[in-house]
């Protein structure tokens, strides 16, 4: 069976410092990869989504970036956090080549101070 | 543009009560999914159901039912019997085929659930 994996689970960063979230999915090869931010008020906003290996999709403008760099890892990095980053991040994979459930992670919770 | 609006924000209910979270949607497209997720405190999104827009036929799974009307662009979710583990917020979500793979979620429902 699938899983998926997100770490750290928590996180407290200054301002200015940088971020790197990790998601990684096993049981399954190719898949979608997909990274939201749920803010306060409970609204998901999707971040990036990839479809393959180095194929990164941005769907809002900001400071966070994302990689691809294994088949089943997907990155969410910065390189200056603003307090305006906080928020729960939520790693989501489907399977390939369209398959539209999306299955979650756990989660990062994410403080920025 | 395709929209999901969950117009309960939240919802409290005794145990053993029946509770139903509306959702409606709307899209011009006439091939979609529309799907109901639940969060729990712990903030895991947990999928509960997927249904395609070629198919009107509710869905019960145990205490769970679905009733998809194209109608009325409404995808509700009952739940029968609630109980306090049932407590969490429910997101009603679409899928349009062609959208970039985007899932475009409600709100969410916080359903509370009291013993």
């Known amino acids: 069976s699938q899983t998926i994996h997100q770490w750290p689970a928590t996180l407290v960063q200054p301002v200015g410092s940088p971020l790197s979230l990790e998601c990684t999915v096993e049981g399954t090869s190719n898949p979608n990869l997909y990274w939201y931010r749920q803010a306060a008020g409970r609204g998901l906003q999707l971040l990036f989504y990839?479809?393959?290996?180095?194929?990164i999709s941005s769907e809002v403008p900001q400071n966070l970036s994302a990689s691809r760099p294994q088949d089943r890892q997907f990155i969410l990095s910065s390189k200056k956090l603003l307090l305006s980053d906080s928020g729960f991040y939520l790693c989501a994979w489907s399977v390939e080549p369209v398959e539209e459930t999306q299955y979650f992670g756990p989660g990062t919770r994410l403080l920025v101070l | 543009a395709q929209k999901v609006t969950q117009a309960q924000t939240e919802i409290s209910v005794v145990e053993k009560e029946d509770v139903t979270l509306d959702c409606v949607y709307e899209t011009r497209d006439t091939t979609y999914y529309l799907f109901w997720y639940k969060q729990p405190p712990s903030g895991e999104l947990v999928f509960l159901i997927r249904r395609n827009s070629f198919d009107e036929q509710n869905e019960i799974s145990g205490r769970y039912s679905w009733n998809f009307q194209k109608s009325t662009s409404s995808f509700n979710f009952t739940i029968t019997a609630s109980q306090v583990v049932d407590s969490a917020v429910y997101f009603c979500?679409?899928?349009?085929?062609?959208?970039?793979?985007?899932?475009?979620f409600g709100k969410g429902t916080l359903l509370t659930v009291n013993p």
């Open positions: 979500a679409l899928f349009v085929e062609g959208s970039n793979y985007k899932l475009t």
């Open positions: 990839s479809v393959g290996i180095g194929q």
